[in-house]
């Protein structure tokens, strides 16, 4: 039903129309018969409802309905009530929209930084609606009861690869912190890079770090305060969508900015007071790399520190476990403790497997998150 053909209609005009409808309204049968009925007086009904100040106030359909202008963009920042949304073909300025909650329903979750979204509005100066959100190619998640609503599971949408930025002293190099992201990007089915950063500060890389060296698809011992290494992670980087994350105080921020000099991230000791692109959000933000390719900055140990594996899946997939993916223990569920049978206490027993990974694996068991 549409309520644009509104008629001009004084007072006068009312009452003679209406008249003219309870006419019409008798003779239905008859016109219907003839077949030269049409909706014309249902139309002109709502038209004088809306009319009527007596009757309950009704906005007409089409002032309110935000499908009426759409336009596709991607989310660049996400908050509890709106995200900051990028419209296609548009420069690098974002605009605001507001979640409806039936689109939060259907998703079951808010959207994530680097999704694909349809925008729509009522009119050129009404406020942006999230419509809908694109089926994902791809997503850095972290695992989460399904079934919450309005709960943040997914990290970052439609991205290539996982970045872990590590320190390697100064915060020293975090196991535990590098398994949980290991566990996450095999979760997520994202290949992994790891960033060794302030290698100025040491001589060579701390023995923890190479064990990960054979469990990450690349590792990049990099200085972002001196820019060495850094055109290495550049090439990687390149026309690819990348998630970062790290431990605060790794020098996440440091690099970033060198990566993206828009960014003008807030460093550890540096406080840009401008405002302008000062970055304190707790939400995920997207930046372009100046070749082409895109960099998102996660919240990292908020993100990512909790893992909601079940025992035996983190025994199933802990990385390093079972190189070539065939669980080998004796029993299905063993969670390589003191179970007869277990592969994983024979690689530790024979060396094949670092202890260090080993007790990794019990620190993340027990933490139970
Ligand atoms: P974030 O919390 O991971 O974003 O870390 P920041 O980028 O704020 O850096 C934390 C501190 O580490 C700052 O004082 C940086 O100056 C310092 N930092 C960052 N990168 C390097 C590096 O490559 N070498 C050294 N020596 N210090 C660094
Ligand atoms: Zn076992």
Request: glycine share 8%.
């Given at each position: 039903?549409?309520?644009?053909?509104?008629?001009?209609?004084?007072?006068?005009?009312?009452?003679?129309?209406r008249?003219?409808h309870?006419?019409?309204?008798v003779?239905?049968?008859?016109?219907?018969?003839?077949?030269i009925?049409?909706?014309?007086?249902?139309?002109?009904r709502?038209?004088?409802?809306?009319?009527?100040?007596?009757?309950?106030?009704?906005?007409?359909?089409?002032?309110?309905?935000p499908n009426?202008?759409?336009?596709?963009?991607?989310?660049?920042?996400?908050?509890?009530?709106?995200c900051?949304?990028?419209?296609?073909?548009?420069?690098?300025?974002?605009v605001?929209a507001?979640?409806?909650?039936?689109?939060?329903?259907?998703?079951?979750?808010?959207?994530?930084?680097?999704d694909?979204?349809?925008l729509?509005?009522?009119?050129?100066?009404?406020?942006?609606?999230l419509?809908?959100v694109?089926?994902?190619?791809?997503?850095?998640?972290?695992?989460?009861?399904?079934?919450?609503?309005?709960q943040?599971?997914?990290?970052a949408?439609?991205?290539?690869?996982?970045?872990?930025?590590?320190?390697?002293?100064q915060?020293?190099?975090?196991?535990?912190?590098?398994?949980r992201?290991?566990?996450?990007?095999?979760?997520?089915?994202?290949?992994?890079?790891?960033?060794?950063?302030?290698?100025?500060?040491?001589?060579?890389?701390p023995?923890?770090a190479e064990?990960?060296?054979?469990?990450?698809?690349?590792?990049?011992?990099?200085?972002?305060?001196?820019?060495?290494?850094?055109?290495?992670?550049?090439?990687?980087?390149?026309?690819?969508?990348?998630?970062?994350?790290?431990?605060?105080?790794?020098?996440?921020?440091?690099?970033?900015?060198?990566?993206?000099?828009?960014?003008?991230?807030?460093?550890?000791?540096?406080?840009v007071?401008?405002?302008?692109?000062?970055?304190?959000?707790?939400?995920?933000?997207?930046?372009?790399?100046?070749?082409?390719?895109?960099?998102?900055?996660?919240?990292?140990?908020r993100?990512l520190?909790?893992?909601?594996?079940?025992?035996?899946d983190l025994?199933?997939?802990?990385?390093?476990?079972f190189?070539?993916?065939?669980?080998?223990?004796?029993?299905?569920?063993?969670?390589?403790?003191?179970?007869?049978?277990?592969a994983v206490?024979?690689?530790?027993?024979?060396?094949?497997?670092?202890?260090?990974?080993?007790?990794?694996?019990l620190?993340?068991?027990?933490?139970?998150?």
């Open positions: 039903m549409s309520s644009e053909e509104t008629p001009e209609e004084d007072s006068q005009g009312i009452s003679s129309k008249r003219h309870r006419n019409r309204r003779n239905a049968m008859e016109y219907w018969q003839k077949g009925m049409d909706e014309s007086p249902i139309k002109e709502w038209s004088r409802e809306f009319k009527n100040p007596r009757l309950k106030h009704i906005v007409p359909p089409a002032e309110q309905d009426q202008k759409q336009a596709d963009g991607l989310v660049v920042e996400v908050h509890r009530r709106t900051e949304v990028r419209m296609d073909g548009e420069d690098l300025t974002s605001t507001r979640y409806r909650a039936t689109v939060i329903d259907e998703l079951g979750e808010f959207p994530a930084v680097g694909r979204v349809t729509g509005r009522a009119s050129d100066d009404a406020e942006y609606m419509l809908k694109h089926p994902r190619r791809s997503a850095l998640t972290r695992p989460g009861p399904k079934d919450r609503i309005n943040q599971l997914t990290q949408a439609n991205v290539d690869q996982v970045v872990i930025v590590a320190s390697v002293a915060p020293p190099f975090n196991y535990g912190f590098a398994d992201f290991l566990l996450a990007a095999a979760f997520s089915n994202l290949p992994l890079i790891m960033v060794l950063n302030k290698m100025d500060l040491v001589d060579a890389l023995p923890e064990d990960f060296l054979s469990l990450v698809d690349r590792c990049i011992p990099i200085s972002a305060e001196s820019g060495e290494g850094v055109d290495e992670l550049r090439e990687i980087l390149a026309h690819k969508v990348s998630v970062f994350s790290g431990q605060s105080g790794v020098g996440k921020s440091t690099l970033i900015n060198r990566l993206v000099p828009s960014a003008l991230l807030r460093t550890g000791d540096v406080r007071k401008d405002g302008k692109g000062r970055h304190t959000t707790t939400s995920a933000s997207l930046f372009d790399l100046p070749g082409g390719g895109m960099v998102i900055d996660t919240p990292g140990i993100a520190g909790i893992l909601d594996l079940e025992p035996i025994a199933r997939c802990f990385p390093g476990f190189p070539d993916g065939n669980f080998t223990c004796r029993f299905n569920d063993c969670t390589h403790q003191e179970e007869p049978g277990c206490l024979a690689a530790l027993e024979e060396g094949r497997l670092p202890l260090a990974r080993y007790d990794s694996y620190r993340i068991l027990s933490s139970g998150n």
